[in-house]
Structures are given as structure tokens and as C-alpha cells.
């Protein structure tokens, strides 16, 4: 088991390596430069732009400006954004919150219905439910995310008038409940293609566990069909789907992303948009490394979680 | 359904099953699973029922559990269980005789037990679902449970986990977890066919203690009549889903009156002690000879202190004579599968030597080996998984021969001969593996392989998956492409009577070495090694019938 960690541990760090460089050098292979902006501005001179560079040390080999922010991440300090100065560690603080609320609240949505939806579609197969649950699936992931976020906001903002249409609470209103109706619709759409996804893993997954031999001899033990179902097939059949929700984390990042835009949601996926607009390349790669960590960590945790739950893995 | 009119046939029968009739879905090769099958299990004995596969003795088996999948439904007949009618009983019913009044054992132990459940867990889950005992003595019952299928370590078994234990033991818990509640009735659905045959034999002898000790009436499916030989009272012989024939086994076993039981008991392979005549062509010439071959398996890192070595194949030498057969004999474990695996550079050694027509392969790049690779070839175990179910026969057959250079219709020319020459018909050409049987395929496996026109053939456990009559079909065709061909053969098995059918010589493989190597007549009449002398010994319906105390019969 240690050796076990030591050695994923390890290979996060290699990854974490290979994306920073990947990140930082097609950031800075993107024409213009983080400098760009500037050269709109008509009272700027060359003479200008170069004292910025010089400042900022922009000037210097590609792979020493790596290097340098690569060693100041590491001691913990990931620079400065070029908007207002403040440092990029805080500036993410500022909007973090605001997305692991919504990306948690559409997981647990996610887990809950999908894994319900995959269960009673495996002991229930080729039923009406099993047929209608599989074409929602399809329907759910052949349609972005961002086209369901605008119906939800003509359906029940503009039309029915029972949800906000955006932002996180009410100016003035910050009670909890406030909060919870602003986050509703956001979650849910989030959560919608993720249901999808996962109800359909959840089905295959409980059918390859229900044909296995030891259902069957829970069945000749005399069990009730409930406890089969709950002690001998739910636990056998969740444990490849944690490694799916480790796996699933990019994309409900990803998502997010999209939903905070569609809904004017103070998180980090309008932070991201902001900051490319500005070229705020400290906050961008930041925000590159964050997720990044974020990804890594959450699968390391998944398969902690597999190794714990499954003995063969655990003692072995 | 008639279950009332037909009176129960005495006390004396612990079970009995009337008329059963079973449908099978339409489109089925046959419109019933069983037909119209009656027999009795008396109290306190063991009924064998025997057949090959698709005989209908496992849906046999799970009708009188009730565990029958609904697409196949009863149509007429009755089944008594001590008493109670089966057939026709609510589920509730059914779920309160299952574990308490009938239990049930099944092929596979790898796969019969929950993963994620310690071992004491899924023995005490029978007594809880049956409302028996408390925590404290439902745990008792257990750790006594798990003495009396003498598992080492009772209260320390009770916290382990399935993986953890071995095939053997994994099936001692089985049996305890079917006795918790000391039902009426043991239903064993080929219990032992997935052992070793060492492990077999312990198997047998527990459940016939057990049997003996409680009284219990033992319902024994297998397809095996060398088990049948060893544990049963009583036979029922089933063949495409009806009773062929039944009685004692003294009877079925030594006068079978029925042509399937006889042809059966025919096929059955047994260890003959007699050496294989040598062949007119046979010359002295050595084809293949080993020199200390070694394969270790490395698994898990080096570096982070949790890597795995296990020696798979330890300084193994022999030599084979041009057109003979080596069997290589070997529980699971022993290596003889990564040998074989070696020979035809499947995979690397580690060190040794192979000579193959006196130079030595073992060094040789894979592109250096190419030109040589039609000429060792393998005719593999399982012949539903061997064969690309996209393919055609014919495409199977030509598309090696093809890369190696052969004009494709001359190639075609050649697989329709070698089609014939196995025993099918040319029209399999253009047709695809799912429409053949098992039999059928393995015969397209070794044509594919003979296209080739190989010097040596290895065959890795080429017949084990096969019926028995079936099994004695392609033996016969293999000793026969031999004598006509004269190639040679290594010929991998478990199954040492089958061995002894086939091979000139024998290679007991033990954990990696070879412990003992001789004629099939030392081997079986004279071993000289403790191994396999244990081997042989337990060998299922080997031993003379009068040494074996039978029950009496009523």
C-alpha cells in the first residue's frame, strides 16, 4: 500500500510537470504577447513597452521565465496579475468558492440520480423506464450544456418567473436560502450531461456484477432480492465508478466553465474568460495550474478510495 | 401444473422430480431445456447426474432451486423437496427452503464468493437471512463451520477476505456456507471441475465425509464419470434434456444398457500404462532440445520496494525426438503454460537454450525468428476465444500462409484439403466460427496450424474444454495427422489420463521444474517421484472399483 501511494505520487508530479511546460509554452507561443493589449493603446511608445518588459522581466529566454515562475510556484508565490496587481493565489481565492459550490452540488446531483437511474435500469432492463432512461441519456449528451442553461433561463426565469436567471445571490440578500435558489438551476443544468454519463456506466457496471456467479449464490443462500441488490451488487458495481468520478473531474470543471458564463456566475470559469480577454497570462497559468492540481488530486484520492474499499487491493 | 395429483414417492426420498418439463426460448437449437425427466434422491445418498454439455443437468439443478431465469419457464411437471412442492410455490416460499432446506455449490470458487465480503461475513449472512441465532452465536456457528470443512485457522479464516484464499479453499468455504443451516439437500453443480486434480480429490472425500456424517442426501452434477466412479450411489444419465438412463452405480458404471452411457463411459480416457507403439517413419533425430530454460514474472516497481517475483519456468531441460509426443503434466501454477508460451517465443526467456533443429532460438530477434515461426506452431485451448469471430473460415485458414509468401490460391486450394483432411466438409470455407461447435472449431484450429506445414506442434491444453466424447475425437485425429505427418508434438494438459492417451513421454511439471520424465508406463504404474505418485493417486475413478467401500443400495 505505500508503495502503492509513493508511486502515484510520483507520477502526479511528472504530470504536473509536463503540463506546466505544455501550458506555459503554447500560452507564450500565442501571437501578441501578454503585452498585447497595450499596443492599442496610442499613448503608449516602444520606449514604453520595452521598460514594461524590462520590469516585468519579459525580456529574458523563454525557458529562464519558466524556470523563474516555475521555482516561485513551487515556494508558493504564482506571481501577480497584470490587472490590478493582486496576487494570483488571491484573486483565485476570491472566485473558488463560488465553483466547488456549484461543480460539488451538480456532482452529488449527478451521483445521486445517475446511480439511481443505472440501478433500476440494469434490474429493470429492456422496461419502459430502462428504454426512456437511455434515450434521455442521449438527448442529454448530444445537447451543450450552454443550450440547456438558455432554455432553463427562458423557461423559468423569463416565462414562469420561479428561478433567478443569474448570479450567485441577491445584492442585499445574503441568506443561505438566497443563495440556494440562485444555485438550483445552474447546478442542475451542470449536473444534466453528468447524470447522463454516469447512469449509463452505473447500468453496465450493476449488469456485469448481476451476472456474476456470487449474485447467484447469494440468491441459493436464501437473501431477499433486496439485500442482494444492496449488500452483493451496489457495493461491487460502485467501485469502478469512483475511478469514473475521479476521471469525470476535467469534464465537470470544463462544464462549469461554460454554465458560469451562461449564468453570470462569479467563479473561476468567468475568471478564466476575463483573464485570457486581458491577457493576464500570471492569472491564466495560475488558473492552469490550479485545475491541474485540482484533476491529479482528485484521481489520487479516487484510487485511495478503490484501494481502501477493495481488499484485494488494500491488503495485497 | 399437476403437482397435487402425483402422490410423493415415500419417505424415502429426500427429493424427487416428476415429468419436469422445461421450455427453452423459441429459436433455440431445441424447444425444451428438459423433457418430461422423473428421478428420486433418496435420504442419505449421493446422486450423480451426469451428462455433456447442453444436457440439461445444471437447469435441472436450478429449477429445483427456483433459480430459474424467467425467460425459461416450467411448463409441466412437479418437484417435491422434503415433502414441500417446488414447482407452482410462491417466491417466498422458494426463498425460505433455499439455504435452510436445499443449498447449493457451484463450479467456479473464484467467482461464487463476494469479493468485498470477509469470508465469516458471507457464512453468518445465511443465518441472518434466515432469522437464526444471535451476532455472538451466528459467529460460532461460523468458526465451527469453517473447522469442520477443515479450513486452517478458523477464527483467523472468519476475517479473510476470498482473494486471499486458494481454489481449494475458496470451495471448503463454499460448503461451509452451504451447510450452516444443515439442509436436507446438497446440490453440487460440477463442484470440482474447476480443481486441480490433487484438490479434487480432497474435495470429493469432504463432501463425501460430510455426507456420510450428517446423512445428508447429495445431489452430484458433473460430466466426469471418474467422479461418478469415486462418490456415487445412485446415476442419472442426461442427454439433450431427458433420462436416458438411471440406476445404482454398480449398474450404470459396469453394464450400462443405454448406447449414450455406453459410448460415454467409452470416451472416457484412462490411464493406460501402456506405452504408444513407434511409428514406421520414426527416426532418431532430436528436433527440439532445451537446456536450462528460466522465466521469472517481475511485477509492481522495483524502486518503491513492492516488486513480485515468481519463477514461472526454473532451469527446465528435455529433448524431443522428430515425430513424438511430449506430455507435459502440471496443476495450475506449475509453469507448463508459460513453457509452452516460451517455445514459441510468445515470450522472451530469461536464460537456457532452445535448439530447434539444432540452433538456438532463444536469442533470436522476433525478426530473425519470423522466417522460422511457420514452422512451430500452437493449437490453443479455448477454441471460442482462439478464433476472430469477423473472420471467415477461409480467411483464418490463408491469411498466414499468405504473409509468409504463399500465392492466395494456392493457399485456398491447400485449407480446403486440410478441411477435409480434419474432418469438415469444404463448404466450411466461407462460413464463420459461431456457426461451428467446440469440436468443430478445435478441428479448425488445428488446420489453421498445419497450414503451415509446422515441424512441431504445441498444443496447450488443446482438448480441456471439450466434452468428453468429443475430446476422444480430436485425440484421435491428432495421433492420426502425427502418424501422417510426422510432426511432433508438446502436448500441455492437466488432465493426465488424457496424457497417457497420446504421448510417447511425460514431463510432471511441479512449481517451475520438471520432477519427473518418462514413458506414460513409469509414469503411472512406476513413479518415482513423491509428486507424482500424489498425482496419480488422485486421479478421480482410478482406483479399482472393489477398493472403494460402496454404499449399500436398497
Not at chain 2, 528460466?294 to 524502486?303: F, I, P, V
Request: hydrophobic letters at 45%; charged letters at 20%; glycine letters at 8%.
Amino acid at each position: 500500500m505505500r508503495g502503492f501511494l509513493l508511486n502515484r505520487l510520483s507520477q502526479s508530479l511528472v504530470l504536473l510537470l509536463i503540463v506546466s511546460v505544455i501550458g506555459f509554452v503554447v500560452l507564450n507561443l500565442i501571437p501578441g504577447g501578454p503585452l498585447a493589449q497595450f499596443g492599442l493603446d496610442p499613448s503608449m511608445t516602444q520606449d514604453d513597452l520595452n521598460r514594461l518588459k524590462e520590469q516585468l522581466g519579459l525580456n529574458r529566454p523563454l525557458w529562464m521565465q519558466y524556470l523563474d515562475w516555475a521555482w516561485r510556484l513551487v515556494q508558493g508565490d504564482w506571481g501577480h496579475s497584470f490587472r490590478d496587481g493582486a496576487p494570483v493565489l488571491d484573486v483565485i481565492g476570491r472566485h473558488l468558492v463560488a465553483t466547488l459550490l456549484l461543480m460539488g452540488s451538480s456532482t452529488v446531483i449527478a451521483i445521486a440520480i445517475g446511480t439511481w437511474i443505472g440501478i433500476r435500469g440494469a434490474t429493470h432492463r429492456y422496461s419502459v423506464f430502462d428504454y426512456l432512461a437511455t434515450v434521455g441519456a442521449m438527448v442529454a449528451l448530444s445537447i451543450p450544456t450552454f443550450w440547456f442553461g438558455l432554455v432553463g433561463i427562458y423557461v423559468f426565469s423569463l416565462r414562469l418567473g420561479w428561478l433567478p436567471a443569474g448570479n450567485m445571490y441577491t445584492i442585499g440578500d445574503g441568506s443561505a436560502l438566497n443563495y440556494l435558489h440562485h444555485l438550483i438551476m445552474p447546478s442542475i443544468v451542470l449536473a444534466l450531461v453528468h447524470v447522463a454519463i454516469w447512469s449509463r456506466y452505473m447500468r453496465t457496471a450493476t449488469l456485469d456484477v448481476i451476472s456474476q456467479e456470487f449474485v447467484k449464490t447469494a440468491r441459493a443462500k436464501g437473501l431477499s432480492e433486496r439485500r442482494i441488490l444492496m449488500k452483493h451488487v451496489v457495493g461491487n458495481a460502485l467501485l469502478p465508478m469512483i475511478t469514473l468520478a475521479g476521471m469525470q473531474l476535467p469534464s465537470v470543471l470544463t462544464g462549469a466553465l461554460v454554465t458560469e458564463t451562461v449564468f453570470t456566475w462569479p467563479g473561476m470559469g468567468r475568471l478564466f474568460l476575463d483573464s485570457l480577454g486581458y491577457s493576464d497570462y500570471p492569472v491564466v497559468m495560475g488558473l492552469l495550474m490550479f485545475s491541474a492540481i485540482l484533476v491529479v488530486l482528485c484521481n489520487l484520492i479516487a484510487d485511495i478510495v478503490v484501494a481502501i474499499i477493495d481488499p484485494r487491493i488494500r491488503l495485497s | 401444473m399437476a403437482a397435487r395429483t402425483e402422490a410423493v414417492s415415500g419417505d424415502d426420498a429426500a427429493l424427487s422430480v416428476r415429468g419436469l418439463t422445461v421450455d427453452l426460448p423459441k429459436g433455440m437449437e431445441r424447444t425444451h431445456a428438459v423433457e418430461n425427466i422423473s428421478f428420486d434422491l433418496k435420504r442419505g445418498q449421493i446422486l450423480c447426474i451426469i451428462g455433456e454439455s447442453g444436457s440439461g443437468k445444471s437447469v435441472t439443478a436450478n429449477t429445483i432451486m427456483g433459480l430459474l431465469p424467467k425467460l425459461i419457464p416450467v411448463s409441466s411437471g412437479a418437484i417435491h423437496l422434503d415433502g414441500s412442492a417446488i414447482i407452482g410455490a410462491p417466491a417466498k416460499k422458494l426463498r425460505g427452503l433455499r439455504g435452510r432446506v436445499v443449498s447449493m455449490i457451484f463450479q467456479d470458487p473464484l467467482s461464487a464468493l463476494n469479493p468485498l465480503m470477509t469470508v465469516g461475513e458471507q457464512i453468518t449472512e445465511v443465518l441472518t437471512a434466515h432469522g437464526v441465532g444471535t451476532k455472538a452465536s451466528r459467529r460460532k456457528r461460523a468458526i465451527e463451520l469453517l473447522t469442520e470443512v477443515g479450513l486452517p485457522d478458523p477464527e483467523l479464516m472468519y476475517y479473510q477476505y476470498p482473494f486471499r484464499l486458494s481454489g481449494g479453499q475458496r470451495q471448503r468455504v463454499m460448503i461451509a456456507m452451504a451447510l450452516a443451516l444443515e439442509p436436507t439437500v446438497l446440490i453440487a453443480d460440477e463442484p470440482t471441475t474447476a480443481l486441480d486434480v490433487t484438490t479434487q480429490a480432497q474435495i470429493l472425500k469432504l463432501i463425501r465425509d460430510i455426507q456420510r456424517r450428517k446423512g445428508m442426501s447429495v445431489m452430484f452434477i458433473t460430466h466426469d464419470f471418474g467422479v461418478v466412479a469415486e462418490i456415487a450411489d445412485s446415476v442419472v444419465v442426461m442427454e439433450k434434456g431427458r433420462v436416458v438412463e438411471q440406476g445404482s452405480a454398480e449398474q450404470v458404471l459396469k453394464s450400462p444398457t443405454h448406447p449414450y452411457t455406453q459410448r460415454l463411459i467409452a470416451a472416457v480416457p484412462h490411464l493406460t500404462g501402456k506405452d504408444r507403439a513407434v511409428r514406421e517413419k520414426a527416426s532418431n533425430e532430436t528436433i527440439l532440445k532445451i537446456e536450462g530454460l528460466s522465466k521469472t514474472y517481475r511485477s509492481g516497481s522495483a524502486l518503491f520496494g513492492s516488486q513480485r517475483i515468481v519463477p514461472a519456468v526454473k532451469d527446465v531441460s528435455f529433448d524431443l525426438t522428430a515425430g513424438r509426443t511430449l506430455g507435459v503434466v502440471g496443476e495450475s501454477g506449475s509453469g507448463k503454460s508459460s513453457l509452452g508460451r516460451l517455445l514459441i517465443k510468445l515470450q522472451d526467456s530469461d536464460g537456457g537454450r532452445i535448439l530447434f533443429e539444432g540452433r538456438d532460438i532463444a536469442k533470436l530477434s522476433e525478426s530473425e525468428f519470423r522466417p522460422l515461426r511457420p514452422r512451430i506452431q500452437m493449437i490453443f485451448q479455448d477454441p471460442f476465444a482462439s478464433l476472430n469471430p469477423r473472420s471467415t473460415i477461409g480467411q483464418i485458414l490463408t491469411v498466414g500462409p499468405v504473409a509468409h509468401g504463399m500465392p492466395y490460391a494456392q493457399a485456398r486450394e491447400e485449407a480446403r484439403a486440410l478441411l477435409a483432411h480434419v474432418g469438415l466438409d469444404a463448404g466450411a470455407f466461407g462460413r464463420y466460427p459461431h456457426e461451428f461447435s467446440g469440436g468443430q472449431r478445435q478441428r479448425i484450429g488445428i488446420a489453421r496450424a498445419l497450414m503451415f506445414k509446422p515441424k512441431l506442434l504445441i498444443a496447450d491444453e488443446a482438448v480441456s474444454a471439450l466434452d468428453v466424447s468429443i475430446q476422444a475425437q480430436i485425440l484421435k485425429l491428432l495421433d492420426q495427422i502425427q502418424r501422417e505427418t510426422g510432426v511432433s508434438m508438446i502436448f500441455i494438459t492437466h488432465d493426465l489420463r488424457v496424457a497417457s492417451q497420446i504421448c510417447d513421454e511425460i514431463a510432471v511439471m511441479q512449481k517451475g521444474q520438471i520432477v519427473e520424465r518418462g514413458p506414460p508406463s513409469q509414469i503411472f504404474l512406476d513413479p518415482r517421484s513423491a509428486y507424482t505418485r500424489e498425482l496419480v493417486a488422485a486421479i478421480p475413478g482410478e482406483r479399482p472399483r472393489d477398493t472403494r467401500p460402496i454404499a449399500v443400495n436398497s
